[in-house]
Each structure stands twice: as C-alpha cells, then as structure tokens.
C-alpha cells in the first residue's frame, strides 16, 4: 500500500524497494532497499518502515533514519500502524512488539499466536491491540 507524507508519495515493490517520489511531479526523489511495508506516521510527518532486516525503522519524509528498533520482523508486507504515540508490528510468527513512536524503544512485546503466520497489521483503539493469526484468531492484547 502506497503511503502519502509531506507531499511524497513511498511505495515498496515485490523487491522489496520502497521508491519516495515527490506526489505533484512523479518525480524520484529517493529509493531504499529491503523495505517490505510502510506505515504513515500519525502526525503525518514522517513513515515507519518494516525491515527485511528484523528492524522498524522510523523515516524522515526524505527517506532519512530517525530511530531503528529490532522488532523481529521479516519480509511479511504488513505496515506498521501507529496510535497515542505507540507503534503496534507484529512478526510473521505473531511476536507483537509495542514500540515508543518517539524515541524507538521497545516497550513490550507479546507472542499473540502460537508460532503461527501473521498477515496482518495490527489495529489499536488505544486500549488493546488486535492481531489476526494465519488459523483465523483473533487476539486482543490488553495495552498496559
């Protein structure tokens, strides 16, 4: 999914390049590699990435590193999604890691499925954190 931040447009591919083009031109204005999703930060001014490395990177709207946190992720193309300052990701094998939108750091994680595969962003309403397991639970993790 296509995600629009200070008039540029971020899109990964099946390579898992993610393209920053600038919204009004089309113009390139940077690519990255190992880019499986991005999810738009809730202020709009920045994007979180999910890494084939393992890591969730949080971007500057140029495509520059602002922190990095080992989340265990993978090249599953689920974005991260951000509520109340908190980055909710889940791994392929349903590890939900909670993460400071501010600063980066890990402040919990949760094993929401029994190693099963996790398709699926995870949704917050800011009390609970949902996550969909690959056998079609449903899982609500209380936000402490």
Do not use: H
């Amino acid at each position: 999914m296509p995600v629009v931040v200070d008039n540029k447009v971020f899109a990964a591919d099946r390579s898992y390049r993610m393209i920053i083009l600038d919204a009004a031109t089309g113009e390139r204005i940077n690519a990255l590699s190992g880019v499986a999703a991005a999810g738009p930060s809730a202020d709009g001014k920045s994007v979180y990435l999910r890494k084939t490395t393992g890591d969730l990177v949080k971007i500057n709207s140029q495509g520059e590193a602002i922190w990095s946190a080992p989340a265990e992720l993978n090249a599953i193309p689920t974005a991260p999604a951000e509520k109340d300052g908190v980055v909710f990701v889940a791994s392929a094998r349903g590890k939900v890691s909670a993460v400071n939108a501010a600063d980066g750091k890990i402040l919990w994680q949760y094993q929401a499925s029994p190693q099963l595969f996790v398709m699926s962003s995870v949704a917050s309403d800011g009390k609970n954190a949902y996550v969909t397991a690959f056998d079609g639970t449903v899982s609500a993790i209380k936000v402490p």
